[in-house]
Structure formats: C-alpha cells, structure tokens
C-alpha cells in the first residue's frame, strides 16, 4: 500500500530553522518530492531525491532515507513569505503518478 | 504567461448542469494530469495522460469525464455532480523521461456544487 504521513501543523518564529518530516510506507517509490503551496495558489516544484543523503539548496535542503521510509525538508534563516503548505510526495517513475501527503501548514510569526 | 493554465478559476454549478475545465500546458510537456484538492486531504490523483493516451484512473465516478485532445491541451467534462464533489481541481504536466519528472501545477479551478 502507499501512505505519507507529516504533520498537520507547525509554528516557527522568523529567522529560525524548522524541519518538517515525512514518513512513507510504500512499495515502488524510487524518489521523494517536496512542493511547496501559498495560500490559493498552485504548487510549486521544492525538491526531488531519488538517492540518500542531503539535498542543499539554499535555504532549502532535502534528507531521505529510503531503508527507513523517512523524508525531511529543513527550512532556514525563516522568512514570512515562508508561511505556506508543505507537501510531500513519493512517485513511482520521475513525476508519473505521483503521490501526496496532506501537507503540512507551516506558519511563520515575528 | 504561466506555464499551465486553467480556467475557469471559479465556477459554481447545479447538481443537473454540464460544465467544463480546461487547462492548456505551454511548456512542450508530454504528461498532463488532473488533481483534486479538498481541504485537509492528500492530493488526488484523477487522471494521467501521456502521449494523448490515458494511463491511469483512480477509480473516479463516471461524472467525471477526461478528454485530452493533443499534448498541449487537457479538459474536465463534468455533468450531475454531488455537492461533495465541491474541491479545487488541479491540472499538472510533466515530461516523462527528465531526471526529475516534477510537476507543474496551474492556479487550479475551485468548483462549488450546489
């Protein structure tokens, strides 16, 4: 079966570090997604790692670990334009059938 | 211009209408897609289409009828809807083959049901 799990909800404080988790039970998953979604808007492309490790790019980074079915994005130096949803999302082959968590809304205060 | 867009982007229908989305890809993409977003839940794959062929079907009611007339160009038909229906439907492309193969999202068309 395919299941993705991350929290509903998290509140951080601008310019502090958050990390948002992943957990999936799925079988055929070769790569992880994260996409990130304002408010009324569509979502947009964060990151993709098909390999363990540590994806950095910029503020942004990416961990996976496929043995232990875990995912985390890590947000730094947090902005206000920061506040939105964060949906991770596990497919088969690239982008083909992709399948997404709930989401995790993130909200950002002074 | 954005790389995929829908319209409309609101539209409120009777439970007896026939109404259509449609969403138009600009960025040479040879997979297109149709979500839907109801609040608090997953994403929901629909439809999948590659090279203007369906691929996948989530099981979706029969109210809801795909049509992609070329690679560029994908539509909603949807007739006798259920208020439960009501959601933001989201049209994605992707180009299978790519590294990555991420989607490209439009702004979405929110769809109330009366």
């Known amino acids: 079966g395919q299941n993705i799990d991350q929290p509903t909800e998290m509140t951080a404080t601008e310019g502090a570090i958050v990390q948002i988790n992943c957990t999936y039970q799925?079988?055929?998953?070769?790569?992880l997604f994260w996409y990130q979604q304002h408010a009324g808007e569509a979502p947009t492309f964060l990151s993709y790692?098909?390999?363990?490790g540590l994806e950095e790019k910029g503020r942004f980074s990416s961990f996976l670990s496929r043995s232990k079915g875990y995912s985390y994005l890590l947000l730094k130096e947090l902005q206000m334009k920061d506040s939105a949803s964060y949906l991770c999302?596990?497919?088969?082959?690239?982008?083909?059938?992709?399948?997404f968590g709930a989401g995790t809304r993130l909200f950002v205060k002074a | 211009e954005t790389g995929v867009t829908q319209t409309p982007r609101h539209l409120v229908m009777g439970m007896t209408n026939k109404k259509s989305l449609k969403c138009e890809q600009h960025?040479?993409?040879?997979?297109m897609y149709w979500y839907k977003q109801s609040a608090k839940k997953p994403l929901e794959l629909m439809f999948v289409?590659?090279?203007?062929?369906?691929?996948e079907n989530n099981s979706v009611p029969s109210r809801f009828s795909p049509e992609c007339p070329n690679s560029s160009h994908l539509f909603l038909h949807l007739h006798t809807l259920q208020p439960e229906d009501s959601a933001l439907y989201l049209c994605?492309?992707?180009?299978?083959?790519?590294?990555?193969?991420?989607?490209?999202f439009g702004e979405g068309s929110r769809l109330t049901v009366l």
């Open positions: 994605a492309s992707s180009q299978e083959g790519s590294y990555t193969g991420e989607l490209f």
């Open positions: 999302a596990g497919a088969n082959t690239g982008g083909f059938k992709t399948i």
């Open positions: 289409y590659s090279l203007e062929e369906r691929v």
């Open positions: 799925t079988s055929g998953f070769n790569g």
């Open positions: 960025l040479g993409h040879n997979a």
């Open positions: 790692n098909v390999l363990d």
